[in-house]
Nanobody, 121 residues
Framework: QVQLVESGGGLVQAGGSLRLSCAAS????????MAWYRQAPGKQRELVAL???????NYADSVKGRFTISRDNVKNTVYLQMNSLKPEDTAVYYC???????????????WGQGTQVTVSS
């Protein structure tokens, strides 16, 4: 079994900062891509940022220059530092990890439970 536990969401004023964390635990052989998605009310879930096992990152245009994704490969944890937050960043943020639970099995995607981020104007 694999669990993804997220933390760090909350309410912040526009211009403020938050840091999200997502720790993967359980039967883990190797971790590939780690990513953050978000879903605002009435909208589809969208990719915010991702990071490869080698540290290569990619960001949605809407967050470039404001958000930073990072990971700790020892702790199997991914972080999202969010600065200069805007009301339009309000959403439920989900952690996504592509990992293998065994060298004999293919990789699968796992999702966290989601954490609410609310940015007030």
């Amino acid at each position: 079994q694999v669990q993804l536990v997220e933390s760090g969401g909350g309410l912040v004023q526009a211009g403020g900062s938050l840091r999200l964390s997502c720790a993967a635990s359980g039967s883990i052989f190797s971790v590939n891509i780690m990513a953050w998605y978000r879903q605002a009310p009435g909208k589809q879930r969208e990719l915010v940022a991702l990071i490869s096992s080698g540290g290569i990152t990619n960001y949605a245009d809407s967050v470039k220059g404001r958000f930073t994704i990072s990971r700790d490969n020892v702790k199997n944890t991914v972080y999202l530092q969010m600065n200069s937050l805007k009301p339009e960043d309000t959403a439920v943020y989900y952690c996504n990890t592509n990992l293998r639970t065994s060298q004999w099995l293919r990789a699968n995607d796992y999702w966290g439970q989601g954490t609410q981020v609310t940015v007030s104007s």
